[in-house]
Each structure stands twice: as C-alpha cells, then as structure tokens.
C-alpha cells in the first residue's frame, strides 16, 4: 500500500443542496401562485407586529398564511392565529436559522390553494438567517431604532441579501441618536438596490408605501387575483 | 452559530468523494470561506473532530482560506477586493462612486483534499 498522499479535487458548494432545495421551492411556489415573503430581524425588532399590521393593511387583497420560527415556544403563532390567520409554528430546536427544507415541512402544514401570501417570520438573528436561502420570492429585514444606526456595519451581509428594509419603531426617534440619513448611507453602500421604507409598526406610519411595495411584488409573481376575499373566488380545487 | 450544521454538510461531502477512491485516510480539506461569512474556524475544526470519528476523515486538518468579499462599482464597473469591516464605507477606488454590489464573499467551497 502505497502511503504518497494524493489530492482529491472536491470543488463542491457547501450550500449547493440548500440552494437546490430553495429554488425548487421558489418555482413550485410560483405554479401554485403563492408569494413566499421571508421576514428576518433581530430578536425584539417588531417582526410579529409588522407582520400584523402588514396583514390588517392588505387583507382585502391577499389572503395571507404565516410560518413562525422560533427555537422554542409557540406565543409569536399564538398571537397570529387568535387573529384568525392560518399560522404554522416552526420550533427549530436550537436552530438558528431556518433553511429551505425546513420551510418546505412548514408550508406542507398550510393549505397553499386557499392563500396568496405566505410570510415566513424567521428565527431573531442578525447573523445566521442571512447565510440561508429559504426559498422565499422577496428577502426582507427590520432594523428598529433603538438597536442603533450601526448594524449595517456589524452585519453587512443580512443588508446585502435584503431585497427590503424597514426601518420600524419610527415613532421612537425623537427618543433616540439614531442618525437616519448615516443609516442609509451605510446600507445603500452595502445594498445599491435595497428600498427603505420608514415605519412603525404601532402606528402605522409609513405603512402605506410598504404595502404598495408589496402588493406590487405579489400582484407580479401570483398574476391576477381570483378577488377571494369578496366571494368571487375560484371554485375550490378537485380533491 | 450554525457551524455545526455546516460541518455535517462538510463531512457528507468529503466521505461522498471519498467513497470508492481507495481511500484509507482524509489527510487535510482545503476549503474556502468568504469574507462575509460569520463562522469560526476553530468550531468548525472542533465540530468536525467530534463527527469524524471512526470515520476515514478522522483526525482530518481543515485548511480555511478566508476568500475576499469583492465588490464591483456600479457606476463603471471595475472591480475591487475590500476588508470586511470597511463594507459599510467602500466607495470604487477609480471613480469615487460609493453604489457598489457585492460579487463575492459569501461562498463555502470544498477545493479540495489530501488523502492516503
């Protein structure tokens, strides 16, 4: 036996199979016209509440479900569902992220024919669910006033794969040294094509252009909505 | 945070090249980590130590070379490497425009391994 150490050529991605599994996801999602939104955020930053507010703001128009991440405890689906909102409780057991599989387990539990929207509320972290593509059609972020103007730096990457950041608890900036105009800077340099919207999720500002933004984007990658919420609806899919 | 996860994926990978080469031992992995990503190497190398065991990449060195995040300028197109820290303040080292895009930094390649 010859002991001559020999190079194996790998050149293999790590996250090839993830991204395999997302974009598998992303074109089933597309035949059965369901936008997949994955939200994404620090611990604390108004995920749950945006995605309320989002919901009461757009519920004439889409009908939405929600995939929450947590690593353990369901109060976040709780609270989406005792608004009547078809909600799935992901407990990723210590994970700190979700991947596509894992969203593709979830989005089994809801019934996809019955919903235009899907609004993933990722695991609380700067960090890890930016690595991760999930599969969703739009990536988006919060960044909350009072966790400061200088994440962008400290988290570069989760600004460059957003598609969307806002800027939430809006309300709390005469509290505050957040300096917006040096935010936008630091993400634009990171992100030229990110749109940022200013909000707060308790009041409501700003709520009316990010809406539009979505219902633009969700309007383009469903088609034509059946107009189900006024009863107008498809007639219900053959079992 | 996730580098165990992404050292189960690394292990999957070298056995699966491994498998059928005649391999009695993986050596040393070469891999390649973009300048953006979080992960340390020293957990991956410990992560890895405790999956590999009894397996032909036990006792295996990982070898991570930290690829550079490389932004290209928006405006005329150049591109140019860039330390993570200094991201949030790159602006095109031809023209002075401050709209770039990120066109690498975030890949977890295997190149490689040395095997007996």
Redesign the interface.
């Known amino acids: 036996m010859s002991d001559a150490v020999r190079l194996i050529e790998v050149k293999e991605e790590i996250h090839a199979d993830n991204e395999r599994v997302a974009q598998g996801l992303r074109s089933q999602l597309g035949q059965q016209k369901t936008f997949l939104l994955n939200l994404m955020s620090s611990p604390g930053a108004g995920k749950t509440r945006t995605i309320l507010k989002t919901i009461d703001t757009l519920r004439d128009r889409f009908r939405f479900g929600v995939l929450e991440a947590d690593i353990d405890s369901t109060v976040d689906a709780d609270l989406v569902a005792a608004r009547g909102i078809s909600a799935v409780q992901l407990r990723t057991g210590g994970f700190c992220h979700l991947d596509a599989s894992m969203v593709a387990k979830g989005l089994a539990a809801l019934d996809l024919s019955a919903l235009d929207v899907v609004v993933i509320e990722n695991v609380g972290n700067l960090v890890c669910p930016a690595e991760f593509d999930t599969g969703a059609v739009r990536n988006v972020m919060i960044l909350s006033v009072p966790e400061g103007d200088d994440k962008p730096l400290k988290y570069p990457l989760m600004f460059t794969v957003s598609d969307v950041l806002l800027v939430n608890k809006i309300d709390y900036m005469a509290l505050s040294d957040f300096d917006l105009q040096r935010m936008r800077e630091r993400v634009l340099r990171l992100n030229p094509r990110i749109q940022i919207f200013e909000i707060s999720a308790k009041t409501g500002q700003g709520f009316d252009q990010w809406a539009a933004w979505l219902s633009r984007e969700v309007s383009s990658f469903i088609g034509p909505v059946s107009n189900a919420l006024t009863g107008s609806a498809l007639p219900p899919a053959q079992h | ?2 580098e165990l ?2 050292t189960e ?2 292990l999957d ?2 056995l699966k ?2 498998s059928g ?1 005649d ?2 031992k993986i ?1 040393r ?1 070469h891999l390649r980590i973009g300048a ?3 992960l340390e190497d020293e957990w991956i190398q410990h992560y890895f130590d405790y999956l590999s065991r009894g397996t032909v990449a036990e006792n295996a060195h990982l070898a991570i070379k930290r690829g550079p995040a490389v932004l290209c300028c ?1 405006s005329c197109s150049c591109s140019f490497e860039v330390k ?2 200094e ?5 095109c080292p031809e023209c002075g425009e ?5 066109v690498a930094g ?11």
């Open positions: 945070m996730h996860q992404i994926r690394i990978i070298v090249h491994a080469q391999v009695s050596v992995i953006l990503s979080d928006q993570r820290e991201l949030g303040n790159a602006q401050p709209s770039v895009e990120l975030r890949e977890y390649l295997i190149e490689n391994m040395e095997v007996l």
